[in-house]
């Protein structure tokens, strides 16, 4: 092998101390160099990237523990001192704005409301739309499971422009439902691609069984499937939850008008610009906004990747 | 059960194949076109057709003030798409989209083969490590564009502060608001917020991937870079080229990240911002439209490739 005549020069340290001399063991060698090496620089890595994705995180929960006046005075402190760490932003940005606060329990509340009537809706017509798309042989299916993955891939901005002008004209752009049914029509498609590649591992045989039985459809549906896709459902409702407690764009395009409409993405994005508000205080905004998702993703995280990645061996 | 009868008696005869088997195939279809119709139908008016009507907005003269009075369907005219082809921001506006697409899905990409890769071997706090990993992708775009923005605020961000301090820059760097850093900034954001989603894809294959032929080419003495180039980076690429697809995809059309962090500002205006500004901020509906239409045929394009590539068995 020509391998062996091009042995790089850094493996003679290390061939030094095997005394083995062969050409064997100088190929060993440069195995041993390589592995070390990347030994240690995959532990570099991992503390780089860990920092990389966490301290954007880390940074926004100390500022907002942080006084304002003492953030100005030593931006560049990393840490808290005792003395300084507070609570009052959290005070601030959750009071109501009649007693000088920022209104975002408010926000928090509307998003709530928001974000479960998204996932009750998206759920009640997944869970119908995947048992079929995964149990049943019907005309139009194929075309079907098209449409739904074009829907996926389709982003938002380009419904913006109809559905403001639609949701205008009809007078209901303000309307919370109004938004609740965008926002399933954004999530159902991934919600029932997720469910229904859920459904074709539970086996059919338990079904056809209870259908020998004499049990009918509905009953199999009730009684067996939903049961047994219990998980998957709960962890598809947890992402559709994630989706709208997230979405922005059309939160803006919907409920900018009224302050009262906000939801805590769009609130916060609002006040992000405002001179009067300190940051600290919007950066308590930001805390409250990330917890619940945080909690949420790492409470199910197992499931929701297994969702995330479906199909990616096939790739 | 009673009107499966009458159901299944219609759908037998339109089934040549012998009574029994059309029968229940029969009544299977009505079952399934049962369930599915809701969705379908919520999809058809909210997703389908309100694109379909994109087109023909695309072609009216309509404004946003005039919206009440203005029939829906009149006004028609080529003006929109001679305007907005003829504005040299459409062309700049197009050629930044393309960098920001290319550059954010090769960098998100990128860190994500690498965290893939450094993380493939167990270790004590993998799961932990790989939760945090997924982070940025789940957090709210609000929240973390916020936050980005703070810290590279040139007045008392994080980052001037270390950077005048500790790496020696004359002058704190406006990041999101001089030609090109901002540019920069806003990739670098979307590798941020985006390598989770290539890592775990990339993970996912990586366990799927025998390791019979690592170990086989290891004892013929391939070294760890080798086994990579030669073994693990072909499997790796097919993987690798759907994720680009749909990377590119969504960061050719993302309008969230860029609209938060600059406003598309400081030659940041991606297209997806300027059909916002035409539709919110000047009301030029039919403008919005016209751009949205460039945005769609595009995403047209790249769909029907990922389909006819990736997705085939996927949907069937």
């Known amino acids: ?315 | 059960m009673r009107p499966a009868v009458s159901e299944s008696r219609r759908a037998g005869g339109r089934e040549p194949r012998g009574p029994g088997r059309g029968t229940l195939r029969g009544r299977e279809a009505r079952t399934g076109l049962a369930l599915i119709s809701p969705t379908v139908v919520l999809v058809l008016v909210l997703v389908v057709l309100p694109i379909l009507w994109t087109v023909v907005l695309a072609f009216q003269d309509l404004k946003l003030i005039r919206l009440r009075t203005d029939g829906l369907f009149g006004n028609f005219t080529f003006e929109n798409f001679a305007d907005v082809f003829g504005s040299p921001g459409f062309w700049e506006s197009l050629v930044t989209t393309l960098v920001y697409a290319c550059g954010g899905t090769a960098a998100s990409i990128g860190l994500g083969l690498v965290a893939a890769l450094a993380l493939r071997r167990g270790f004590r706090g993998r799961t932990l490590v790989r939760a945090s990993l997924l982070l940025p992708y789940v957090a709210p775009v609000v929240a973390a564009t916020f936050v980005w923005g703070v810290m590279l605020n040139p007045q008392f961000g994080i980052v001037n502060e270390l950077g005048t301090g500790l790496l020696g820059w004359d002058e704190p760097i406006p990041f999101l608001s001089e030609r090109p850093t901002a540019l920069i900034t806003v990739i670098v954001f979307e590798m941020w917020r985006s390598f989770p989603f290539a890592f775990l894809f990339l993970t996912a294959r990586l366990q799927a991937a025998p390791a019979t032929l690592e170990e086989a080419a290891r004892v013929d003495g391939a070294t760890p870079t080798q086994v990579f180039r030669h073994i693990v980076w072909p499997q790796l690429l097919p993987t690798i080229a759907v994720l680009a697809l749909l990377r590119f995809i969504w960061t050719f059309n993302n309008f969230d990240d860029i609209y938060l962090l600059t406003g598309g500002g400081a030659g940041t205006e991606v297209i997806s911002v300027r059909v916002f500004d035409f539709l919110v901020s000047r009301g030029d509906v039919g403008a919005a439209s016209a751009q949205a239409l460039v945005l769609s045929a595009v995403l047209m394009v790249l769909v029907t490739v990922y389909y006819r590539f990736a997705a085939k068995d996927e949907v069937a």
Do not use: C
């Not at chain 1, 391998?3 to 020069?9: F, L």
């Not at chain 1, 780089?48 to 953030?71: A, I, N």
């Not at chain 1, 809706?121 to 299916?141: D, E, N, Q």
């Not at chain 1, 006040?271 to 600290?280: F, H, R, V, W, Y």
């Open chain 1, 1 to 315: 092998m020509t391998g062996i005549a091009t042995v790089p020069a850094e493996s003679s340290a290390t061939s030094g101390t095997q005394r083995s001399g062969s050409p064997a063991g100088r190929r060993w060698s440069r195995t041993t160099v390589e592995t070390r090496v990347l030994g240690v620089l995959r532990w570099v890595v991992i503390a780089g990237l860990l920092l990389f994705t966490l301290f954007p995180f880390y940074y926004m929960v100390l500022l907002s523990f942080r006084d304002l006046s003492s953030l100005l005075q030593d931006p560049g402190r990393l840490w808290p001192t005792l003395s300084e760490l507070t609570v009052s932003t959290y005070r601030d940005v959750l009071a109501p704005t009649e007693s000088g606060g920022q209104g975002f329990l408010r926000f928090m509340a509307t998003s709530g409301l928001v974000a479960i009537g998204t996932v009750a809706v998206t759920l009640a017509f997944a869970v119908l739309g995947s048992y079929a798309l995964a149990r049943l042989r019907f005309p139009g299916h194929r075309r079907i499971s098209v449409m739904f993955l074009a829907v996926y891939l389709f982003p938002s901005i380009l419904l913006a422009v109809p559905l403001f002008i639609f949701f205008t004209r009809v007078g209901l752009r303000g309307a919370l439902p109004a938004l609740v049914l965008v926002y399933v029509s954004q999530t159902v498609a991934v919600a029932i691609y997720m469910l229904r590649n859920y459904f074709q591992t539970v086996p059919v045989s338990i079904e056809e069984a209870a259908a020998v039985d004499g049990a009918d459809r509905f009953t199999i549906m009730r009684r067996i499937t939903l049961p047994l896709a219990m998980p998957a459902i709960l962890s598809n409702a947890l992402f559709v939850f994630m989706i709208a407690w997230n979405e922005f764009l059309f939160a803006l395009l919907f409920l900018v008008e009224d302050r009262s409409r906000w939801t805590v993405s769009l609130g916060l994005s609002q006040l992000a610009g405002s001179i009067e508000i300190p940051t600290t205080v919007l950066m308590a905004g930001s805390v409250i906004l990330t917890v619940p998702i945080v909690v949420l993703f790492l409470a199910t995280e197992r499931l929701l990747t297994g969702g995330l990645t479906a199909g990616a061996e096939k790739g």
